[in-house]
């Protein structure tokens, strides 16, 4: 059985292994979508058609699925971070 969604479930897509964002809102029924807040761009409607899988309070998007402005967004969820010295 699939873990129900819920706010603040980190977002990730089902090849990369790294959060872009987090589940800001839940529509209701009658609309099949999420709003999720993807770093350094803001808030993205995606449909619950896009959801691969749920599990340990994490959501897995399929990325083909999802809209070109959205899949550029998570492409730069991470560019404004600095770099550690380990990199």
Do not use: W
């Not at 706010?7 to 964002?21: E, L, N, R």
């Not at 350094?40 to 809209?67: M, R």
Request: hydrophobic content about 40%; proline content about 6%.
């Amino acid at each position: 059985m699939q873990e129900a969604i819920e706010i603040g479930f980190q977002t990730f897509v089902s090849d990369g292994d790294h959060s872009f964002g987090a589940v800001r809102e839940i529509a209701p029924d009658d609309r099949p979508e999420l709003v999720i807040y993807v770093e350094n761009a803001g808030d993205f409607v995606v449909p619950l058609a896009a959801v691969e899988a749920v599990h340990s309070q994490k959501v897995i998007l399929s990325c083909d699925k999802l809209e070109p402005r959205l899949r550029e967004a998570i492409g730069h969820a991470h560019d404004a971070e600095e770099p550690s010295e380990f990199d």
